[in-house]
């Protein structure tokens, strides 16, 4: 059984009937879910994933102090505590009276501020930034089962739809890494003999072309770990995936080295379709530098416009 199910399941079984018996004046006040880090947050888990981490529980997301004290916020601790220590043959964690470190109760400004380092979603654009891609996809992953106040899914929501400005600006700096990385720097370097430093650069370009495929698609890019699973979830992503896969682990034999750099174009043609299909580049070439900087062009906030085209990443 998926994670995301068995946290589901034993929510609807012994969780809420628990808050409506025993906490029915702020049953409405708090939000529920598996929300954050962990696999199971994203449906990724299999049989090996539960080695750790990997346990019946759900997320209790509650407002803050003025809405719910402190004397609640513990009562509801100690009863998360006491639900069954086993469900469906798996056993809870004993780590923790109030659950793993995954699972329990939390204040919902607490769980945003740790993720992202803003209790209430607001980010600077700094902090947009600044920001690891999967730190983003943790505030955002999983499902919210409940959220009757509205407030957790309002956060939440408010980090999934990222500004446009932003997401152009991260966009057109993860552009130009793939022209650098891929189209201009890859052949050039394999002239000289110098392999290591040849698959490097395919490194960069992979990495950039999913940064950048994830962004089309209104996605965050999680943990490195997740990243190929996650890209095959994409339209037309197990193609990439499998482009990619082949560009970062073969060798850059002659006869390879001809597949890669078509294999290169290939990527650059297919996120430039894209780019034209959302109306984000007037560049009508195949060359993603170009592309790089039509989309920084289409940036109204002229600040952020004008400041580095890689300053986004």
């Not at 995301?4 to 049953?27: A, C, D, N, T, V």
């Not at 962004?215 to 997740?226: A, D, E, F, R, T």
């Not at 009508?284 to 990443?313: M, P, Q």
Request: net charge negative.
């Amino acid at each position: 059984m998926k994670g995301l199910e068995l946290s589901r399941k034993y929510y609807e079984e012994f969780g809420k009937p628990m808050l409506k018996e025993q906490f029915p004046e702020i049953e409405h006040l708090v939000a529920v879910g598996l929300v954050g880090s962990g696999s199971d947050c994203y449906g990724y888990d299999d049989d090996i994933s539960h080695d750790h981490d990997f346990e019946p529980g759900f997320c209790l997301f509650l407002p803050d102090e003025s809405v719910i004290d402190e004397k609640t916020f513990f009562n509801l601790e100690r009863a998360y505590s006491k639900l069954p220590k086993e469900f469906y043959g798996y056993k809870r964690s004993l780590v923790k009276p109030v659950g793993g470190g995954r699972n329990g109760v939390f204040r919902t400004s607490d769980f945003y501020n740790k993720k992202i380092g803003s209790p209430n979603g607001e980010l600077t654009v700094e902090q947009w930034f600044s920001l690891p891609d999967y730190a983003l996809a943790e505030a955002t992953n999983g499902e919210v089962f409940e959220d009757k106040l509205g407030e957790f899914t309002k956060i939440r929501n408010r980090l999934i739809n990222m500004p446009q400005d932003i997401f152009l600006k991260k966009l057109a700096g993860n552009l130009l890494i793939m022209a650098q990385s891929g189209q201009y720097n890859y052949p050039r370097i394999l002239k000289r003999g110098e392999t290591a430093s040849a698959q490097l650069s395919l490194f960069e370009f992979s990495n950039s072309a999913m940064k950048a495929y994830f962004l089309l698609n209104g996605k965050y890019m999680p943990y490195y770990k997740w990243q190929f699973r996650a890209l095959m979830d994409l339209p037309k992503g197990e193609y990439l995936a499998d482009s990619l896969e082949f560009l970062i682990s073969t060798d850059n034999s002659t006869e390879n080295a001809n597949i890669k750099n078509e294999i290169i174009n290939s990527v650059a043609e297919e996120i430039i379709s894209i780019l034209k299909e959302k109306e984000i580049t007037k560049a009508t070439c195949n060359d993603l530098e170009k592309h790089a900087y039509s989309v920084n062009d289409f940036i109204k906030n002229g600040d952020l416009r004008n400041s580095h085209i890689l300053s986004g990443i």
